[in-house]
Each structure stands twice: as C-alpha cells, then as structure tokens.
C-alpha cells in the first residue's frame, strides 16, 4: 500500500488482486473509497502517480485565473498585483478558457 | 453498443434512479463514474459498486458549473481512459405555485421566487445541458462511439405546481432531437442521444412521503404501484443496446393516467 497526502487529506492506494483502489482519510477519521478497481496491472508506482493524477482532477484546488495582467502598464495606484503561485503544487492551472465566456 | 466494457458517467447516482442506472451498468460490465451533490451519498455507492466487482470512481460535483463538469468528464477518461455513456440525472425539486392567492382578499399574496425557480432551472437544464454537451465532447474528441442519456420526467407535460420542473423537463425531453439533429449537420454519426421520462419512480422522495398522498397518486397509474428505480435501468440499458433507439424521449410510468382515465 501505498499513501500520499495532497491538500491537507490522506490518501492510500492500495492493491485488490490485480487492480487499485484509492482511499481517503476524511476530517473524522474514517477512511473512504474515492476508485475501486483501476489501473488493471499496473506496477505500484506507476498506480501511485496516476491515483496521483486523478485526485488531482477529483479534487481540484486553486482558482481559475484570467488575471492579474501584473506586466500591464498602468498601476491602481500604489497597489502592487501579484499574480498567483502557479508552481504550488496544490495549484490547478486551468489554461482553457471557458467557451461560453471566450476573453 | 455493448454495456460491457463501456464506461458511463452518471449524475445524480448517489440515490435513486441514477443509484440503480450505476448498479445495472456495473451488473452488466461496464466501468461507472458516480457524480452527486452529497458525498456521504458518493461514498455509500461507490462502497457498494466496490463490493459487486465493480470499477468505479466518485466525484462530487454540481453539474450547473462547467468547471465542476469538465472536472468530472477529466476525471473519467484519466481513470478509464474513455467515455461511451452519459446519463444526465441530476435533478431536484423545489414545488410551488406561481401565484398564491390571499382567501379573505382575493389578492396575490406570494408568488414563486427566483429562489424556487433558479435552482431548478440550473440542475434539471443548464446541469443536463453541460453533462450533455461536455459528454459529447468528449466523445467526439476521443472518437468513441456513445449514447447520451436525458433525463426528462412524465410531468413534461406540464404539472401544476412545478412551472420550475416541467419546464425544464419539457426542455430535457426536446434536447435528444436537437442534438441528434445538429450530429447528422456535423456528420456525428456514433454518438446517439435519448431523453428517458420516468413517471412516479420508487425513489426514497416518493417512498417517504404521506401514504394517503402516495395512494391517491396510484390511483390515476394503471400499474397501480411505483415504477422502480431498476426498471428505468434496465430502459436504459436497453437503449444502450438497441442502437435504433434515438433521437427521441421515452416514457416510462407503468401506465400514469389524468383522473378522467386518459393516459398523459
């Protein structure tokens, strides 16, 4: 079995015969399933990093951000604009604009 | 199209009708993405799908936000690697008359807010309308042939006292021609789409409720009892199957007539 902690949770990844499936700790303690039954065949680590990845995109973290545009010229103010830490590892970049409000 | 193998997401399977469409797809082999509101719910099937041999994931998730529903379409292909069945069945209730009247004055004393409207509106047709329509993206970006499943209900028809949900289940029960329609124009010919329109279901909404009520409803179905949840699966999975099946809504209701005997 194998664990790791992303966004402050548990999580475990544990083989059942010849598949993975994918626990949480949740807030009080108890352990939830989040996947049963994936990856068929796959090798500890490789199930790791992808039980890795689809928690990720099951439980999103960070803001969707179209700005702030901190190269633009003209300041408000004295206001200094930082832009997000997009590095951060909990920090989901989404990079596809949505198509119904197109910039 | 076979169930076996294929990979459906759900929405609104945390209980009833969506619950037991999970439970059959996985009964019959496919590999299912629980999608709900309510994670103690999530948690629960995806529990029992666990215990059946199944494949399963869960994500919570509101379908009226297209983050939220690109988040679970993402999250299917990471784990199942496609996407071939999409049953839109998110939905909830929030009854009431437009206009209620004061009995002394004969004065309109409250009336249905956006409050009761909005929600019903953003689950039943915009969360149906994203699930539908990111679904399909999916699937034709992936070049999987699919079914796209609405969701619709029998009071489509237009039942007093759901302005909100009538509207827009009449809405969900129109999507499958529009859509199958503008497939032929863009030369989409794998992906199909069918509206299912459940009438009185067993669901725990129903079965919970007055029983005099509950009887009184019965009475106007020929059946004369609820229509259960795995019925309207086993309609699903056979329209999965039957690839003749498209472009249109069917009923499923045991036989739900108007009081004066004429089926709705």
Known sequence: ?103 | MDIKGSVAIITGSGNGIGEAVAKYFVRNGAKVVIVDMVQKNIDRVVKDIKDMGGEVIGVQANVSSEAETAKFIKAAIDAFGQINIVVSSAGIIRDGMMLNLDKETGKVSRKMGLDKWQPVIDVNLTGTFLTIRDGAEAMVNGGWPGLLVAISSVNKVGQVGQLNYSSAKVADALLPKIVIGEFLMRGIRNIRCVGIAPGYTATPMLTGMNQDALKSILADVHLNRLVEPDEVARLIGHCVENEAINATTLEITGGLCYPNGIAK
């Open chain 1, 1 to 103: 079995m194998k664990s790791f902690t992303y966004n402050d949770m548990e999580f475990s990844v544990e083989k059942a015969q010849d598949r993975w499936d994918i626990s949480c700790k949740k807030a009080d303690g108890k352990a939830a399933l989040v996947a049963a039954g994936l990856f068929a065949g796959l090798a500890e680590g490789e199930a790791e990093a992808k039980a890795k990845a689809l928690v990720r995109t099951m439980l999103p973290v960070g803001v969707r951000s179209v700005g702030p545009d901190v190269a633009h010229p003209a300041l408000i103010g004295d206001m200094k604009l930082v832009g997000p830490d997009v590095t951060h590892p909990n920090f989901i970049y989404w990079d596809k604009d949505s198509s119904s409000f197109p910039r």
